[in-house]
């Protein structure tokens, strides 16, 4: 981490709400469930299904976790309600995997047959490699009792083909991330190319086995041989689509849709949004220096060198 983004970051806690609130408007929906109702129906009047976040995660206790669980089954039925093309995405740690799997795996369990009435589906995502073992164990598990439950996998750890392939037969939808998390070198790629090479060889071998694959990405340069890979094996447009988070680089969104590509957008709300910022931005600082350009200049725009 270079000076300035350790002052940078250092002052983040100083900063005053308002102008932090500013910093995450663009990427927050905001702080209640209808705030990003409101924006999912906007995104989807423009062709973009979309995928809802409750900010948080690593709550401490029990009664927490049945909490947040019941917050996403409340979320999933306002989407349903008000017919919006959306499902819920949830952290592991978010609800109890810290606490315990067996915790975890009831609660995604729950969340999962609420959507199956709701027809509806939940996303076990990823977080730091801490917790890719007993996430792949509660998604195993998920998937022996739901069909309409998915995972993510991060190109960045050096483990992820071997995750490939120990995933049971069966259907499968993955999300391939490239992974927000800083990764120690001895468990993870850090050039920036091995990651990208990483991530197409991962969704080729998952489409190989008749996996549905989400990109989420915003890297045009990857994407540029995602669309080659779909193309190349004339994947058809149910088994692709392109994920990407609100507020970044709309202008490349735009540009897949009009080709023709499915894409969803991810819509992050909830009352912890400071703190879930400020986590990002620790975990992550180079994100400190995107955030503070695209909000002074905008990310709309097309980069004039891609
Ligand atoms: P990068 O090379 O990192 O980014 C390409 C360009 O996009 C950058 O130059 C920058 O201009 C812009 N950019 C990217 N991210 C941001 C941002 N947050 N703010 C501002 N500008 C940005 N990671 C996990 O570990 N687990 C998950 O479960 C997970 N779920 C995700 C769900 C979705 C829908 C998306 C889009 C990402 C998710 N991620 C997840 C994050 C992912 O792992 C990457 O960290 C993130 O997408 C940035 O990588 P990139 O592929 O966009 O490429």
Same mark, same amino acid.
């Given at each position: 981490?270079?000076?300035?983004?350790?002052?940078?970051?250092?002052?983040?806690?100083?900063?005053?709400?308002?102008?932090?609130?500013?910093?995450?408007?663009?990427?927050?929906?905001?702080?209640?469930?209808?705030?990003?109702?409101?924006?999912?129906?906007?995104?989807?009047?423009?062709?973009?299904?979309?995928?809802?976040?409750?900010?948080?995660?690593?709550?401490?206790?029990?009664?927490?976790?049945?909490?947040?669980?019941?917050?996403?089954?409340?979320?999933?039925?306002?989407?349903?309600?008000?017919?919006?093309?959306?499902?819920?995405?949830?952290?592991?740690?978010?609800?109890?995997?810290?606490?315990?799997?067996?915790?975890?795996?009831?609660?995604?369990?729950?969340?999962?047959?609420?959507?199956?009435?709701?027809?509806?589906?939940?996303?076990?995502?990823?977080?730091?490699?801490?917790? $890719?073992?007993?996430?792949?164990?509660?998604?195993?598990?998920?998937?022996?009792?739901?069909?309409?439950?998915?995972?993510?996998?991060?190109?960045?750890?050096?483990?992820?083909?071997?995750?490939?392939?120990?995933?049971?037969?069966?259907?499968?939808?993955?999300?391939?991330?490239?992974?927000?998390?800083?990764?120690?070198?001895?468990?993870?790629?850090?050039?920036?190319?091995?990651?990208?090479?990483?991530?197409?060889?991962?969704?080729?071998?998952?489409?190989?086995?008749?996996?549905?694959?989400?990109?989420? $990405?915003?890297?045009?340069?990857?994407?540029?041989?995602?669309?080659?890979?779909?193309?190349?094996?004339?994947?058809?447009?149910?088994?692709?689509?392109?994920?990407?988070?609100?507020?970044?680089?709309?202008?490349?969104?735009?540009?897949?849709?009009?080709?023709?590509?499915?894409?969803?957008?991810?819509?992050?709300?909830?009352?912890?949004?400071?703190?879930?910022? $400020?986590?990002?931005?620790?975990?992550?600082?180079?994100?400190?220096?995107?955030?503070?350009?695209?909000?002074?200049?905008?990310?709309?725009?097309?980069?004039?060198? $891609?």
């Amino acid at each position: 981490m270079n000076v300035l983004d350790r002052a940078a970051l250092a002052s983040l806690p100083l900063l005053p709400r308002p102008l932090m609130r500013l910093l995450s408007k663009r990427y927050v929906a905001g702080e209640r469930l209808e705030d990003a109702l409101e924006r999912l129906a906007l995104l989807r009047a423009q062709g973009f299904p979309g995928i809802l976040d409750l900010l948080g995660e690593e709550i401490a206790s029990e009664a927490q976790a049945r909490a947040v669980a019941a917050s996403y089954g409340e979320a999933a039925q306002a989407l349903r309600r008000a017919r919006i093309d959306a499902y819920v995405s949830v952290k592991p740690t978010h609800i109890g995997l810290r606490i315990s799997e067996d915790l975890a795996f009831e609660l995604y369990a729950k969340l999962a047959r609420r959507c199956t009435e709701l027809d509806s589906f939940v996303r076990v995502e990823m977080e730091d490699h801490t917790t $890719t073992d007993s996430t792949l164990r509660v998604f195993e598990r998920l998937r022996r009792v739901a069909d309409n439950v998915g995972i993510v996998l991060q190109s960045r750890l050096l483990r992820t083909p071997r995750d490939v392939e120990a995933l049971a037969v069966g259907p499968l939808s993955v999300r391939m991330v490239k992974g927000i998390y800083l990764e120690p070198p001895e468990i993870a790629h850090v050039e920036p190319e091995a990651i990208r090479r990483a991530f197409v060889e991962c969704a080729q071998r998952l489409f190989q086995r008749g996996a549905r694959v989400a990109f989420a $990405t915003h890297d045009d340069l990857l994407a540029e041989r995602l669309v080659a890979l779909v193309r190349t094996g004339t994947i058809a447009l149910e088994r692709y689509e392109f994920q990407v988070l609100l507020g970044v680089r709309d202008w490349l969104w735009h540009t897949w849709r009009d080709a023709g590509h499915p894409v969803r957008v991810y819509v992050p709300y909830g009352p912890d949004w400071r703190a879930y910022c $400020t986590r990002r931005l620790r975990k992550n600082p180079q994100l400190f220096r995107q955030v503070l350009r695209d909000v002074l200049l905008g990310s709309r725009r097309r980069p004039r060198t $891609t």
